[in-house]
């Protein structure tokens, strides 16, 4: 497995973010369309949501969903915690978080494609949820003040930022001292050739902008955090029609959960 350089993103992050809006949009609308990833309540239930939890939810709270893995159940989220939910996209994790949190806690969702904030906006006023927001922004410069977190996630969203660096050093920033990030992402076991890594298309599919597992540690812990710890493999593709290429890169998916220092 090559060593992680720093020699500047392969694709361009406006293109690849005009790209992953232009997806996702898609995935807001019309969630019940054919994605190269599983969506929606299915995927939650195979990647091990807690069923009594989910099931109060609505369709619409559901349908969108679009992760990797389950970044909850990794380690508990606590009564009357404060937490960030990166890469939001239509609601589903905050909304299991303003669950877990309970109405003392808060929750903020961050989001970069209007569709999915407005479906993600409309559904928590259905829901009576008044501990949880949504704010547009992008995982590199979060609309959150620092040191307000006690936990942060994200699932399934920084293979798809061109620059994971400065998205996990925001995601240190607006933590606590000792809060904790908590997200879910692709991890891949084979080297990527250079034509698929600036492929835009494999981007979207959450494919090209995953990391080998050394990669993931060694960029987490450059953006301040310590005491990595790697959650088991899931496969997230299983089934899915991006199957064969998660195969062709051995692709699969875990939760990361690192602390940032007192």
Not at 39 to 60: C, H, N
Not at 80 to 108: T, Y
Request: some cysteine.
């Amino acid at each position: 497995m090559k060593t992680l350089i720093d020699t500047g993103p392969p694709v361009d992050p406006e293109r690849l973010r005009a790209s992953v809006r232009e997806k996702y949009r898609e995935v807001a609308l019309n969630p019940n369309g054919r994605f190269h990833f599983h969506t929606g309540r299915a995927l939650a239930s195979r990647l091990g949501y807690a069923e009594p939890l989910t099931s109060a939810f609505p369709d619409r709270a559901v349908a969108s969903f679009a992760g990797v893995a389950n970044p909850f159940g990794f380690h508990p989220v606590g009564q009357e915690d404060r937490l960030v939910d990166i890469g939001s996209g239509g609601g589903f994790d905050a909304f299991v978080a303003a669950r877990l949190v309970g109405p003392n806690g808060r929750v903020i969702g961050v989001d970069m494609t209007p569709e999915m904030l407005a479906k993600a906006r409309e559904t928590a006023v259905r829901l009576g949820l008044l501990n949880v927001e949504f704010r547009e922004g992008i995982a590199e410069d979060l609309p959150v003040d620092r040191g307000w977190a006690d936990v942060v996630i994200a699932n399934g969203v920084l293979n798809l930022v061109a620059d994971k660096a400065t998205a996990l050093a925001e995601a240190c920033r607006v933590l606590r001292p000792g809060g904790r990030l908590q997200f879910a992402d692709i991890a891949v076991g084979r080297t990527l050739p250079e034509a698929a890594t600036c492929d835009i298309g494999l981007w979207t599919d959450c494919i090209a902008g995953g990391l080998s597992l050394d990669e993931w540690r060694t960029l987490i812990e450059a953006a301040g955090f310590t005491g990595v710890r790697i959650g088991p493999a899931v496969d997230t593709f299983e089934g899915a029609a991006g199957e064969r290429n998660a195969r062709r890169y051995e692709v699969l998916a875990h939760v990361f959960y690192p602390r940032k220092p007192e």
